[in-house]
Structure formats: structure tokens, C-alpha cells
């Protein structure tokens, strides 16, 4: 499970919860950017979009070795990027070669309002990896006409035909993941994971018939292939090694056997041998036997996340994503937050779950503060925060989990700067103060409280199937809500005080129940359009969480909505109370997961977290328009460039910023495009 960013500047501190052309040179600009008290963490701004760079802490203290590993690691992930291109939309990879091409070759008129939204759309799509948006799932339409674009194809040889050119102004594959109530989610969603006579029946029909060899620790069926139906039979088209995907598979495995020649230790090593077996094979019994392998493989000062992971991205929630992480141990940090890992098992034994639902023995919850030194596929440009794998409840239940926070990403979004938003949407100036004192201090907590402590608790019920099975398209905001619902119930605890892991336990909590209410009740709907429900999971769990506690706490004013010169605020009277609101919804959440209780899930999640109070929405919209900062932020990644002798052995590794976002994607495309382009 992966805890998504909200940046910072829309609530303060709020952290709540990747050719054609291959021959031709493309200039790839860069800037050596030293580590100072002066880097610059912005990149560039664009529509909606901010883009950051980061640094990498602690590189210079690795080990030759050591770097080399990394830098093998970060290559794997690389090699795999289209695949996620792909993933997303089966037009994506064309769309992007013909607006790259047209955008390096073009010598015509670039004055012009149409080459100025060209432009724009471009790095839109650079930055979601495809025509739909990263967050929002919907389609983006160009601002330029489609005579427009035919002009440029014409003047620059570049070649965009049929339906691939046609989608771009049309209404088709207008979302790419559709999770509304009541339709047939597979067929009206966009992303490339079905063909195109698959339909949710099918996808159900189909999983319900497969059998794992030990139903006490069920495969992770549908996780690496794609579904399609062939002369009306329904077949899986594995991503592998001489399978779906294959040639960038392929690269990938290159990478991964030169960094299992350098690993850092024999578990370490053992587990990248099986994820190479994995990605040549395609066989979900090796996943998991890796699965057990890399969380089992705990030391060392390298880390990496790599392959099809999360599945927010299906509606049904069965087939993941391509994403790495590649990681640096954050040594001070993790040290000071292990205390959360040591002590699981108290936070497991004093929440206010049903006993049945408690585990017994919480087992192997590691937590990392680490450094990121390079990500692709589904965690690249926009990235996570945080991150517990691997997802199979099994695994986590008899081996344990990793749960890392990435650390210098965290630091990036904390000093980017401040878009003035908050001062704006608080209710009081106490309020102000104390976010601005104790926010980053809690967000920080609550990351780490939402991974270690929060995906790791509880346990479903014996005979109850999958989440994923049992709860459907609600499976993942259910997840999500309840991991933060455990974050905000020992937020406000003094067990963390007593841990030694804040000064003041209830300003800290404090701060933290005010910022999570301001943005699931009223900030976070800067990211909608006026009209539009909520769709993304981690939106809606936000949403659901915050209008529950509101909505039950009605009765004893325990969250007062005020009006105040024509504005709306949020103001807690009662953080006790609020406390308790948090832990008796955990311990629902905790119970519709345990029994599978799809009525209820499908009551809260349509009736708290999807639709938006319109004349809200359109004052928190105009509110906003104040504000230039963009709503979304990603970053670029630095380079890590290798330094030979004459014999072409690695040396040493400079490590390079990009100088600007469109080098950065440019020579991504030069140099990692590894699938065919289908146009």
C-alpha cells in the first residue's frame, strides 16, 4: 500500500497520506546542483502542476559497491517505464512518440497561443504518463483543435492515425479508472489492464474458478497479466520475459542480475534472484516466495521496490501497476522511528477493535526512514510518501511487512515553499500557529503510525475471501481510510509522548486533527472540477473519514461548521470526543473488512465520500483562485552518471540534477523506450 501525497501547500504541512526517435540526438541538459543550505528545490510550474527535485542524503556514504547497486536498481526500474505508459492507456506510447517528435522537429511558428497549448498538453501528458490525469482519472483535453495537431504532424513527418489521433478530441475512454455506483466499471474504464469485450461479470466469473494450491495463502490472481477475451474464451496475457511486455522485461532482468552480483549481503541477493525468476517466468507462486524473501531481507543500507505492485489503478482492484523505488537508509531518522516497529504490538492490544478482530502476534512490522534515489513507472513524477509492502494479507499476517517514509521527498515538499493557502482555510489564528509549529511533526507521525501501525493491524475473519473479493471496487479507499483511522486514533495519545517521540502529545494531535478535518471537509476539493463526485481512493477515504466523525458528532457540536464573513471554516470544539468518533469508525472499518461486509462499505463509502457539497465547492473554488501555487506537485529525478577508467570499469558516480523537467523526460524516452509502439 502506498500513502499518496497531498502537497503541502494546500493545508499547510498536510502530507496525508512513473521510439521513433531513438536514433536521433536529443539534447539532454543538466545542471550539477551541490548539496547546499541554497538548492533549489522547484523545477518548473504548469497548469496544475509543480515539479521538484530532491537530493539523495547519505549517497556519499556508501560504499562503491554499495552505489553501484543503487545505480543498477535505478536502471531496472527505468528500463520498465513505457510499461506503465502502456498500463495506462493503450494509445499512450503512440500519442507520446508523435508530440515528442513534433515538439524537437517543429520549425514553424512557436509564438503562437495554439504552440504555447501544444506545449502544455505535452508536459501534461509527460507527467501523468499518459492522456489522463494522474489524479483525477480524467481524460485531459487539448486546448489546441485537431486541425492544429494534423498541421504539426504534416510539418514534422510525425505519425498519429485512427483512433489514437481521434480519442484525443472525442469523448471516448474519457476515464481511466470509472468506479462510479452501478455501471460496468471494467468496460467504462480506459486503463489498458482488459480487452475491450470485458466486463466486470467476466472478471469475477473468471477469478472465482481459480484455485490457489493452499487456500490459506491465496496467489495474487490477475496481479501481472492482462485479461482479454479470444473468439469468446477469456484468456491472461502475462507480463514475463517472452510474454506481454517482454522486451522491456527483458532490460529489466539485465539490471536486476547486475545488481544481484553486487548485493550487499546472501538474503539480499537470494530475493532479487527471485524476482528475476519472477519477471522470466510470470508464476504468482514465485511472487510470493519473493515476497516472503525481500521482506525477510532486512539489512543492508539499499533498498528497492520493483515490479507490478499496487492496484488502485483497476477497478476491481486485481491488476497492478508497474512502480520502483529505489532507497537509501535514513539511519538517524529510522533509528528515532524503529519505536513504532518495537512497540506494534501495545498499538494492536489498546485499539478499540473487536477482540476477534485484533491480532495475537504482529510480527516482522520493519519501518525505515529512508532517501529515494530514483523512481519510475507508477511512483514517478508524482510519487508517494510512504509505502508497506508486500500487499497479500497472508504475507503480512505470517511474515510481517516493510514499511519505509521517504524521507528526502518529505523534506523536498516541506521546503518548496508556501503557497499562503492555509492561512486562508483556518479557522482561527491558535490554529495557524499551532499547524505551523507542530504540522509537520504530526504528518510525519502519521505516515509512519498509517504504514507500520495501520496496514498492519488487524486480521479478517477465518473464510472470509480477499478484500479485493469481498469489498470490490471499495476495497482500496476502505484499506486506506482504515490505516489513516489508525494514524488519528493514536495521534491523540500519550503513549507517544511516553515513547519519547514528541514534546506534547495533544498540541500534536491537535494540530494533526485540524489540518486532516480542514482538508477532508474543504481543501482538498481544489482538486475537482465543480460538478465532479469523488473518485480517487485515498480522496474519498479522506472525505468519508472526515464527514462521518462530522456528521455523528453533530449532537454534541463535537466539529462546528462556521461562517464568517461570507467564508466557511471547520472548527473542532472537542478533541476528546473527535478521539473516540476516529476509534469507533476504525472499529467498523475493521469489522466491514473482517466479514467482508460489502452493504456497509457500499453505505459508507456513496454516502460520506463521493458526493461534494456543491455551494461549498464552488466558494472553496473561488477562494483558491488567489493562490498561483499549483495543487499537484512530482519531481524529476537526479542522474546518477557513472565514471570509468580505460577499461570501462566503474570508478565512482557523479550525481546530477536535471535542469529542467522536458530534458528529463526527453532523455527518458531516447534511452528507455523498450516496447514496441502500437499505433
Known amino acids: 500500500m502506498k500513502n499518496i501525497v497531498l502537497l503541502a501547500a494546500v493545508c499547510g504541512s498536510m502530507l496525508f497520506f512513473s521510439c521513433e526517435e531513438k536514433g536521433k540526438e536529443v539534447k539532454t541538459e543538466t545542471a550539477k546542483v551541490e548539496k547546499t543550505d541554497t538548492f533549489d528545490y522547484n523545477v518548473t510550474q504548469f497548469g496544475d502542476i509543480k515539479v521538484l527535485r530532491y537530493q539523495i542524503p547519505g549517497w556519499e556514504n556508501l560504499t562503491l559497491k554499495e552505489q553501484k547497486l543503487v545505480y543498477y536498481l535505478t536502471q531496472a526500474g527505468l528500463a520498465g517505464r513505457d510499461i506503465m505508459w502502456d498500463q495506462n492507456y493503450r494509445h499512450n506510447l503512440a500519442i507520446r512518440t508523435a508530440l515528442e517528435k513534433i515538439h524537437t522537429t517543429y520549425d514553424g511558428d512557436k509564438s503562437t497561443e495554439d504552440w504555447e497549448n501544444f506545449e502544455l498538453y505535452m508536459k501534461r501528458v509527460w507527467f501523468a504518463n499518459g492522456i489522463h490525469h494522474h489524479y483525477s482519472n480524467e481524460k485531459m483535453k487539448p486546448a489546441f483543435s485537431a486541425d492544429y495537431l494534423k498541421s504539426l504532424?504534416?510539418?514534422?513527418?510525425?505519425?498519429?492515425?485512427?483512433?489514437?489521433?481521434?480519442?484525443?478530441?472525442?469523448?471516448?475512454?474519457?476515464?481511466?479508472?470509472?468506479?462510479?455506483?452501478?455501471?460496468?466499471?471494467?468496460?467504462?474504464?480506459a486503463v489498458n489492464f482488459y480487452g475491450p469485450n470485458v466486463g466486470n461479470a467476466d472478471v469475477e466469473k473468471f477469478y472465482k474458478e481459480k484455485k490457489s494450491p493452499n487456500p490459506e495463502k491465496p496467489l495474487s490472481f490477475g496481479l501481472n497479466s492482462q485479461l482479454v477475451k479470444e473468439d469468446g474464451v477469456l484468456k491472461e496475457r502475462v507480463?514475463?520475459?517472452g510474454g506481454l511486455y517482454g522486451s522491456a522485461i527483458d532490460e529489466i532482468v539485465k539490471w536486476l542480475e547486475k545488481a544481484q552480483g553486487v548485493a550487499e549481503n546472501q538474503a539480499q541477493a537470494d530475493a532479487?534472484?527471485?524476482?528475476?525468476?519472477?519477471?522470466?517466468?510470470?508464476?504468482l507462486q514465485t511472487w510470493d516466495d519473493y515476497n516472503v524473501a525481500w521482506t525477510a531481507a532486512t539489512e543492508g543500507n539499499v533498498d528497492y521496490i520493483n515490479s507490478f505492485i499496487e492496484v488502485y489503478n483497476d477497478p476491481l482492484g486485481y491488476r497492478g501497476s508497474y512502480e520502483t523505488i529505489v532507497q537509501i537508509k535514513d539511519f538517524d531518522m529510522s533509528e528515532k522511528m524503529a519505536v513504532l516497529s518495537e512497540n506494534a504490538q501495545w498499538f494492536e492490544d489498546n485499539s478499540p477493535l473487536m477482540e476477534e478482530h485484533k491480532k495475537k502476534n504482529v510480527v516482522g512490522v520493519t519501518y525505515k526512514v529512508v532517501n529515494?534515489?530514483?523512481e519510475a513507472g507508477d511512483a514517478s513524477p508524482s510519487t508517494p510518501i510512504g509505502v508497506n509492502l508486500p500487499n497479500a494479507n497472508w504475507i503480512r499476517a505470517a511474515v510481517g511487512s516493510k514499511s519505509v517514509s521517504l524521507g528526502n521527498i518529505i523534506n523536498a515538499y516541506n521546503n518548496a515553499g508556501s503557497?499562503?493557502?492555509?492561512?486562508?482555510?483556518?479557522?482561527?489564528?491558535?490554529?495557524?500557529?499551532?499547524?505551523?509549529e507542530y504540522g509537520q511533526l504530526g504528518d510525519k507521525l502519521h505516515t509512519a503510525l498509517h504504514e507500520v501501525i495501520g496496514h498492519a493491524s488487524g486480521q479478517l475473519n477465518p473464510g472470509v475471501g480477499e478484500t479485493k473479493e469481498t469489498l470490490k471496487t471499495y476495497a482500496?479507499?476502505?484499506?486506506?481510510?482504515?490505516?489513516?483511522l489508525v494514524g488519528l486514533y493514536?495521534?491523540?495519545?500519550?503513549?507517544?509522548?511516553?515513547?519519547?517521540?514528541?514534546?506534547?502529545?495533544?498540541?500534536?494531535?491537535?494540530?494533526?486533527?485540524?489540518?486532516?478535518?480542514?482538508?477532508?471537509?474543504?481543501?482538498?476539493?481544489?482538486?475537482?472540477?465543480?460538478?465532479?463526485?469523488?473518485?480517487?481512493?485515498?480522496m474519498r477515504n479522506r472525505q468519508w473519514v472526515s464527514a462521518w466523525a462530522y456528521e455523528k458528532g453533530k449532537k454534541d457540536n463535537v466539529i462546528e461548521k462556521v461562517t464568517r464573513d461570507g467564508?466557511?471554516?471547520?472548527?473542532?470544539?472537542?478533541?476528546?470526543k473527535l478521539h473516540e468518533l476516529f476509534g469507533e469508525l476504525l472499529r467498523e472499518t475493521q469489522r466491514i473488512k473482517s466479514e467482508g461486509d460489502y452493504t456497509a462499505v457500499e453505505a459508507l463509502v456513496e454516502g460520506y465520500g463521493v458526493k461534494v457539497d456543491q455551494e461549498l465547492h464552488a466558494e472553496i473554488l473561488e477562494r483558491n483562485k488567489q493562490f498561483t501555487s499549483a495543487p499537484y506537485s512530482g519531481f524529476v529525478n537526479p542522474v546518477l552518471t557513472p565514471q570509468m577508467d580505460d577499461n570501462g570499469e566503474i570508478t565512482g558516480f557523479e550525481v546530477i540534477q536535471p535542469e529542467s523537467f522536458e530534458s528529463q523526460m526527453l532523455m527518458y524516452s531516447k534511452n528507455y523506450s523498450n516496447l514496441p509502439i502500437k499505433n
Request: charged share 30%.
Open 153 to 189: 504532424l504534416t510539418a514534422t513527418g510525425a505519425t498519429l492515425e485512427g483512433e489514437a489521433f481521434d480519442v484525443l478530441f472525442n469523448d471516448k475512454d474519457s476515464k481511466k479508472v470509472n468506479q462510479a455506483k452501478g455501471i460496468d466499471n471494467v468496460k467504462m474504464s
Open 239 to 241: 507480463y514475463k520475459s
Open 272 to 283: 532479487l534472484g527471485l524476482l528475476i525468476k519472477y519477471y522470466n517466468t510470470g508464476d
Open 372 to 374: 529515494v534515489a530514483g
Open 419 to 436: 503557497s499562503g493557502r492555509l492561512r486562508e482555510f483556518v479557522n482561527s489564528e491558535e490554529e495557524y500557529e499551532l499547524e505551523k
Open 476 to 484: 482500496s479507499t476502505l484499506e486506506e481510510g482504515r490505516a489513516d
Open 490 to 538: 493514536y495521534l491523540y495519545n500519550p503513549k507517544l509522548q511516553e515513547l519519547g517521540l514528541v514534546d506534547d502529545w495533544k498540541k500534536v494531535g491537535t494540530a494533526a486533527y485540524d489540518g486532516y478535518i480542514r482538508n477532508g471537509l474543504m481543501t482538498q476539493l481544489i482538486r475537482l472540477n465543480l460538478g465532479d463526485e469523488v473518485e480517487e481512493a485515498h
Open 567 to 576: 467564508k466557511t471554516y471547520f472548527k473542532i470544539n472537542d478533541y476528546d
